[in-house]
């Protein structure tokens, strides 16, 4: 059997690590709050870190984990202050509360990142998956912007049309136990000159597959690490890099698994994480080195993306 060299484009690897620790992801108004907020935000996840570690030491089977820590910064749906002024405010509250960030993201780059569209190419590899007994009735989730895990609810009709009154019916959950626990996520939302916003659920879907180290652009890795240039943070957010290595000794970005210290105001926003990984063709080739590096370590990976990510949610903030 012979294939053309071009037919199965070459998969670049990228190293990984046995976790990816997220120690938060705020908002701007968390930042205009001012130090005291960061430094309750930390003081919160410090214990949770402890735990982390000491859970991730267990499933390492006597080897010490691999574990870098990572920090999202939303600057994508409003821009505030700048590098200069936030960053360094940031990273004293963590070394104040005995935590160090390795790799600092800002969640622009999960729509666009080193001029790579990765949103728009995620949003291409989503796969629906169709609720037992549909009929293709409702449009594909590239013209709605749209992905639920079920069946929605039946538009309604007028008893005119329909020479009779409409039964309601509730929606259902695809994969339900008993009972449906029905979302449905909007994905991007447009201006009238067609220009995509993409949704906070949906750029956390993002910057999951990147911690996964499974994003590529015809087989090349994306959202690569970039070092801490020396001297002082720029002063706009565009000149900084999308990820950005604040340790140069730590280990990987991209790892096997994923877990995430956040506020308990994000649950609903990871539930529609899960909802939208689950229903995304991830590179293939990647998959595969994923399953091959962690076999070679006896590293034992989900096979669901979905199940590779975990959460602590804290109340308060």
Not at 83 to 105: H, K, Q
Request: glycine share 6%; hydrophobic share 40%; net charge negative.
């Amino acid at each position: 059997m012979f294939r053309e060299t071009t037919a199965e484009p070459r998969t670049e690897s990228v190293p990984l690590s046995h976790l990816s620790l997220e120690l938060g992801h705020l908002y701007m108004e968390d930042f205009e709050a001012g130090p005291e907020r960061l430094r309750r935000h930390f003081e919160r996840v410090r214990p949770w870190v402890d735990a982390v570690h000491a859970d991730a030491t267990a499933r390492a089977n006597g080897k010490r984990p691999r574990i870098s820590t990572c920090f999202l910064i939303d600057d994508y749906f409003t821009r505030f202050s700048t590098p200069a002024d936030v960053l360094p405010v940031l990273l004293t509250e963590a070394e104040r509360a005995g935590l160090s960030i390795d790799y600092l993201a800002r969640e622009s780059g999960c729509a666009v990142a080193d001029k790579v569209p990765l949103a728009e190419s995620v949003a291409n590899r989503l796969v629906e998956s169709p609720p037992p007994g549909s009929y293709g009735l409702r449009p594909p989730v590239g013209q709605t912007g749209w992905l639920a895990n079920g069946d929605r609810t039946p538009a309604t009709r007028s008893a005119q049309a329909m020479k009779g009154a409409v039964v309601w019916q509730p929606p259902r959950e695809t994969a339900a136990r008993r009972h449906s626990v029905f979302m449905d996520v909007e994905l991007w939302d447009e201006d009238k000159d067609g220009r995509r916003t993409w949704s906070c659920p949906f750029l956390a879907a993002v910057w999951q597959l990147a911690r996964l180290g499974l994003l590529r652009n015809e087989g090349e890795a994306v959202f690569q690490p970039r070092a801490r240039p020396s001297g002082e943070f720029p002063r706009e957010w565009d000149e900084l890099a999308p990820l950005l290595q604040l340790n140069a000794s730590a280990p990987a970005f991209s790892a096997y698994r994923t877990c995430s210290v956040l506020p308990s105001r994000f649950l609903p926003v990871e539930h529609a994480v899960r909802v939208i990984l689950d229903q995304t063709d991830v590179h293939p080739g990647a998959l595969r080195q994923v399953a091959a590096r962690s076999a070679q370590e006896g590293t034992a990976v989900p096979e669901s993306v979905a199940d590779r990510v975990s959460y602590v949610f804290y109340a308060g903030l």
